[in-house]
């Protein structure tokens, strides 16, 4: 009989998102006249910017003649979506990035979990604590855990707390540590780092040989010119840190599917003889063996992004949702409940009110308000007791879920 990878067995009984689901139709089923407004998982609501949407029509019709027909691309994305890649998001800002070290993909969440194709078992591994539970899940799968604690820590893993006591910054490990997970502007807090923090792990990891595996998804949101927008705008990263970024949420692609990783060729790891290896060519053989590339017609919605129309339609849409978070962040500290980020990121991190759990707090403001967040301890044990409200909707929606909040809270 087949066997199965044990390593899934491990994994706590239900993921956090499907488990917010499960609880919401359940409530739905026993209350369908409620009008129930989400703002849990991050998913975007406004259309795709026009620019992206004409420049994908036109690559609809590419694909109906014969001499602009395109089959199979290059694994690695198109090169023409690669140069406006590192032209605009990189080299603009001083990093000095090819656009050969670019990787077109699906989702930055996928490349976060695939990424460990290329890494070895005995790595140990740091996270920040609470976390996007993809790091460490796929963690769990590819068996670089033991099992999980009562708190849901798991055994091989180093957790980095992060609260309102350091600012919601991870803090420099005095243990050594081969891979670090850093996401800023953070997922779920909204916090982000500074530069000098940044500059403290890159010191960091080159002193110890680490990686630092930084998701960059919602650099689009920092407002902020003292905050980087990469992890290569600080010196010595392109020889540590490999960094993810996603046209998900700054150009509303979460249905559309398309992202990057960023490998430099200066990066190296570890071979069991002790020679250097690049990731870089690890990596393009991973993606070359088990990934066919994006479709044509969506990396061409992509380079439309990086036109003077698409760019224009891009920043009206991260200030529509910077504007809904900080009604958010407004009306929730209005009602006297403290909360964290919303400046420079989609999320508003809340202090759960009146010693409630988070889950508690979750089945409350579902039941009282109909509105749906995310439980902080769905996020790591640090999470108990915050809970995470996502600024992705539409305005009448959040206005109307503040209301309904505020006017529990008040009271």
């Not at 989400?38 to 029509?57: F, N, Q, S, W, Y």
């Amino acid at each position: 009989m087949a066997t199965i990878n044990s390593n899934y067995l491990k994994l706590k009984a239900g993921y956090l998102f499907p488990e917010i689901a499960r609880r919401v139709n359940a409530f739905a089923d026993a209350n369908p006249d409620a009008a129930i407004i989400k703002l849990g998982i991050g998913d975007v609501t406004e259309p795709l910017p026009e620019a992206c949407r004409t420049a994908m029509v036109k690559a609809v019709e590419d694909m109906g003649d014969r001499d602009s027909f395109k089959g199979y691309g290059p694994e690695q994305g198109y090169l023409w979506l690669r140069e406006k890649i590192a032209q605009h998001d990189f080299q603009a800002r001083g990093c000095d990035i090819d656009p050969s070290e670019i990787f077109i993909s699906d989702g930055s969440k996928c490349d976060c979990g695939n990424i460990l194709d290329i890494f070895g078992r005995d790595n140990s591994i740091a996270v920040t604590d609470p976390v996007y539970p993809v790091y460490v899940d796929t963690n769990v799968m590819a068996g670089h855990t033991g099992p999980a604690n009562e708190a849901g820590e798991y055994e091989g893993l180093v957790y980095l707390p992060i609260n309102a006591e350091n600012a919601f910054t991870a803090r420099i490990p005095d243990e050594k540590v081969d891979l670090i997970y850093l996401c800023f502007p953070n997922n779920p807090t909204g916090a982000v780092a500074t530069k000098e923090h940044l500059q403290a792990w890159v010191n960091y990891a080159k002193a110890h040989g680490s990686i630092i595996l930084f998701d960059a998804a919602y650099e689009a949101f920092i407002t902020d010119p003292a905050i980087p927008h990469s992890i290569y705008e600080i010196e010595g990263a392109q020889d540590c840190a490999i960094e993810f970024r996603s046209f998900s949420k700054n150009a509303g692609f979460t249905g559309t599917r398309c992202a990057l990783t960023v490998v430099p060729k200066s990066l190296t790891g570890k071979a069991a003889d002790g020679s250097d290896v690049a990731l870089h060519t690890l990596w393009n053989r991973r993606q070359s063996t088990k990934f066919n590339g994006v479709s044509y017609i969506v990396q061409r919605g992509a380079e439309a992004v990086y036109s003077p129309e698409g760019q224009a339609q891009i920043k009206a849409l991260v200030d529509f949702y910077l504007e809904n978070a900080r009604i958010i962040r407004e009306q929730l500290t209005a009602a006297g409940i403290s909360v964290y980020g919303g400046v420079n990121a989609p999320y508003v991190w809340v202090k759960t009110p009146n010693d409630l759990t988070s889950w508690d707090f979750f089945d409350k403001l579902l039941h009282t308000c109909h509105v749906v967040g995310t439980p902080g301890s769905g996020f790591g044990a640090a999470g108990e007791g915050y809970f995470r409200i996502s600024a992705f909707n539409s305005r009448e929606n959040v206005n109307a879920a503040m209301q309904r909040v505020t006017k529990t809270f008040k009271g």
